[in-house]
Each structure stands twice: as C-alpha cells, then as structure tokens.
C-alpha cells in the first residue's frame, strides 16, 4: 500500500518522503469536507500508525480496497504542522522569505500584492501562490508583472497545499513567496503554512468592525493593510475605531493605510516587506545589480 492512491477522474502520484511530507487525501461527501489518511504499511513511509494513530473504529476499506482511518481535527492540525514546519525548513534553507497575506474575499489582497510587486526593487524576485476556487483569475492578473504564480484550487489553504505547489516555483531563484488565502471569521489562522510572517487585509468598504469579527487573523499577523482608502469619503468607515480595535488586540501592531488607486501607504507596504527580506536575499539581488547578465537571465525565468 503507498500512501496516496488512484481516484476516479485524477490521480495523486505518492512520493518518496516522510510521511509528514506525504500529501493528504481529501474527500468531499455531501459537502462535508473529511479528511483521511491510509492505516497500517506504506510501501515508501513504513508503519504510519505512530503518526495517525493506531488502529479503531475509525476505520474503514474504500472503493479501491484499501483501508483508510478518519482523522480527528486535532490529527489533522497536528500532520499540518508537521507539513508546515517541513515547508519552513526547506524555505530557511534557500534563504527565501515566506508572507501569508490573508483577509476577506473583497478585500484588496490581490492589488496590494501586484502594488507591491511593481513597486518593489526590479531585482528582488518574487512569487506568489493563491488560494481560492477561482485563483487563476489572479494568477493571471499577478503573471502580467512577470512574478511566477501558482493556483491553488481551494476553499482553505493548508501546508499541503503549499507543499503540493513547491515543484510549480523555482526556489533557488527567488527571494520572496508570497501565499495569498481567504480568511473567515471561525477558522483564520487554524493553519501554519510554513511562513514566516503574516499580513492581513481589510478593505474600508468591508465596515470598521471587521477587526472584532476577525480578532484571530488580528492577533496572529506582523501587520495589518487597510486598503481602498480611497473610498473613504464615500463609506461609513472609522479609522479611528479600526485602529483602535487593532491595537486592542496586539498592542505593536502597525495598521499602514493603503490605496493601490491613488498609491496612499505602498511605499510603506514596500518598505516593510524590504525591511523583512533575508540577508542571502539581499546577497542575490546585489549580485544581480553588478551583474546584468545575471539579471536578464533571471527575468527570463518569470
């Protein structure tokens, strides 16, 4: 038995890995999203009982014949941070800088993104991965700036997702990954993806109550990015009362109000995102300035 095994209408091809860098199988019945993992021997992992726990009632054979165990929420948090702290140590180990920028359907994450993109010092290589049923809508708005951009095809971004992904960027090459993800009022930030930092969005449009609706994704992000301040004379909307909410909450951190329209705040968002960059990031990208070559090649792999 491996680990991941044929279903109807696509195929997940098991990897010679750890079994906590092993892809997870997810299946929908009846909308209820349940999360599976196979019991007993894998050809490529060993016994996997340590790591999904051991055998119960739980259990149960599928339509190929294999037997497969439902895992529990608290399994399934535990596996995702083994995956996340994998996905880490593999972005430590090239020097890459990883920001999760997460927020509400709505609320400006894509602009801020290719705001910053475009703004950024020409030399810094970047790449993004979005997460939402209908990412390649991004994809594409972000590939126009030549960043490389991966979709991932989700309602809840998790590490596996991210791992599943890494083949599509090319790691070596790049400075920064950015992972863009819908956030919710219940689950925000249940999920480690293996970043280094957190940014989350709000839009004015969304109401200056959103940072009490969202008091995890608040308390678990390095910044906030208020967005669409152009609409301010437009929308009921307190700053005053979301910064104070903010600040309720995580007393350091920094609120940059931001306009991708009128560029309000970008040279702040810019500044930040600079300031978080590695010291092997900015080793390439002064590199690629004294070297033009360099450079022209390096564009040429966006």
């Known amino acids: 038995m491996r680990c991941l095994t044929q279903f109807p209408g696509g195929s997940f091809a098991a990897q010679k890995r750890p079994f906590v860098e092993a ?3 997810v299946k929908r019945a009846f909308d209820v999203r349940v999360l599976f993992y196979p019991s007993g021997n ?4 060993g016994d996997i009982s340590a790591a999904t726990g051991s055998a119960g009632a739980n ?6 014949g ?33 920001i999760s920028v997460v927020g509400p359907a709505g609320s400006g994450k ?9 703004h950024l010092d020409p030399k ?30 989700t309602d809840n971004v998790t590490a596996v997702h991210v791992r599943e992904s890494l083949t599509q960027v090319d790691l070596q090459h790049l400075d920064l990954l950015i992972i863009e993800a819908d956030g919710n009022a219940l689950s925000p930030v249940e999920f480690d993806l293996g970043h280094h930092l957190r940014v989350s969005v709000f839009s004015v ?8 609706e969202y008091p995890f994704l608040v308390a678990g992000s390095d910044l906030v990015l208020l967005t669409k301040t152009d609409l301010l004379p437009f929308v009921t909307f307190d700053p005053q009362v979301f910064c104070e909410d903010v600040k309720r909450m995580k007393s350091d951190l920094n609120v940059i109000h931001a306009s991708a329209q009128t560029n309000q705040g970008i040279k702040a968002w810019v500044g930040w995102v600079e300031s978080h960059l590695t010291l092997e990031a900015r ?11 360099v450079g022209m090649s390096d564009r040429a792999k966006s």
């Open 42 to 45: 894998c050809d490529f992992c």
């Open 66 to 98: 294999a037997r497969m165990k439902a895992v529990t929420l608290a399994e399934r948090f535990e596996l995702n941070n083994q995956i996340a702290q994998a996905n880490r140590k593999e972005f430590d180990a090239v020097g890459l800088k990883v």
């Open 59 to 64: 259990e149960f054979v599928d339509w190929s």
């Open 124 to 153: 810094v290589r970047v790449a993004v991965m979005v997460g939402n049923l209908a990412a390649e809508r991004q994809v594409a708005r972000i590939t126009r700036h030549g960043s490389q951009a991966v979709a991932l095809i």
């Open 23 to 25: 892809r997870q199988l």
């Open 110 to 118: 894509t602009s801020a993104i290719e705001a910053l993109i475009t």
């Open 205 to 212: 449009a969304g109401g200056d109550d959103k940072a009490t």
């Open 283 to 293: 080793n390439r990208r002064n590199a690629r300035m004294f070297d033009p070559f």
